[in-house]
């Protein structure tokens, strides 16, 4: 670990990289502390030396699941992974976990600390203005640890001082959570539809912006749907400059542009593409917000084929997102009680409104959309994209934290991806973009111990991942279902 340490600060040094450009790993993922009181109740398994036998591995590489092994756990770290015949060492606890199944942790990477349900709407589905995004602090980490997710990326914040400050407070051992990258404020440009969101006036202040919130320690950032090609631009530059990484949920900009522009990632899969968009003003959202784009591009067509090749020749990444677009299909998402019962009654009157507006009115388009997507998203990986996944916790209110996470990869197997493939989107290909793949996203001997322990077998049947019983994060395991009880009827809330 030192020695490897050593190599990647020398590599960096002879990069010539600038100063703020070698810490982020270090910040995402902060040093293991032990669980403080009020994190302690929740301990099922404290760190230390401990093997969990009888297990099958998935080990988030995409490599077929190993039946009948050991994983062995040393502190925050995994010392080994072994034929279940193989010695353990003395002194190392032993865990009888027939019929589970260990994985790696989850990587989100659209994983938001807040909602969006605010003002609840009406029957019809109308609300009145200013839409308000309440934060929840309180929940929404809860429910991605306790659902697997181990590390995110809050991929645009609206109330960052308290997403940094849960950050901080999490790595202290004061509160429960995952290891997380916190974006700035969302880089929204002229005519945002969000009161909460900041519009940038020119390049000069864009750059201003981006330094003074690297200053106050987020790690990435998120342009939006108004964002001009100028101030794009100026963000990536000066955000690249910073060392930190940019993403975008794009309208103003199609995805040719913003590839030529140097972004780094791009959110929803192409289901915000805007380059062939009827009306499509540059520098300004279309009227179809990307949906014609992508009614018209079919997986497979010489037009799919240029464009992936420009974000692949441009290392963009791409960020799945299927659980908020299947809400918009009639039948589509699952009715799920465990997401009832995380809801506030509020919270879940209204999504229930919503969600029955959708059985009403079928969106024919929708599906056609939806259908092209993931053709493309399979396209794309089959040209060497890296794709990643995310729930997006918003939309109609059915996304939650954490279990979108799970329904995230589910929705990548029905889209086509093999289980261990779609596990490793929803892992490894998340530590990857992220820079921290030496550290976490799979199941390797001197990685984190990030892990979780599910009942059953998701290379068979993927829904099993929907079964968690423990996540490890740095070696502490974590008992699941003890935190789903303490947000019971919260969120939506706080
Ligand atoms: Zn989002």
Redesign the pocket.
Known sequence: MAVRGLIGLAAWLLAGVSAQAAPIAAVILAAPVAPGARVQPYVRVPAGKVALTHVRVIDGTGAAARENMTVVLDGATIAAIQPAGAAIPAGVKVLDMTGRTVMPGLVGM?D?MYYTARPDADAEGHSEAPNVLPQMTFSAPRLYLAAGVTTLRT??SVETYADLNVKKQIDAGVLLGPHMDVTGPYLEGPGSSFIQMHQLRDAAETRRFVAFWADQGVTSFKAYMNITREQLGVAIEEAHKLGLKVTG?LCSVTYPEAAALGIDNL?HGFFVNTQNDPGKQPDKCSPGVGNPTLAGMKPGSPEAAALIDILVKHKVALTS?LPVFEQRIAGHAPLEPRVMEAMTPQAREAYLYARNNGVMRPNAAAATGYANDIGLERQFVAAGGLLMAGP?P?GNGGVLPGFGDQRAVELLVDAGFRPEEAIRIGTLNGATYLGLADQIGSIAPGKHADLIVVTGDPSKRIADIENVEITFKDGVGYDSDKILKSVRGRYGQY
């Open positions: 659209h938001h991929t645009g949920h959110e997102t997006d918003t």
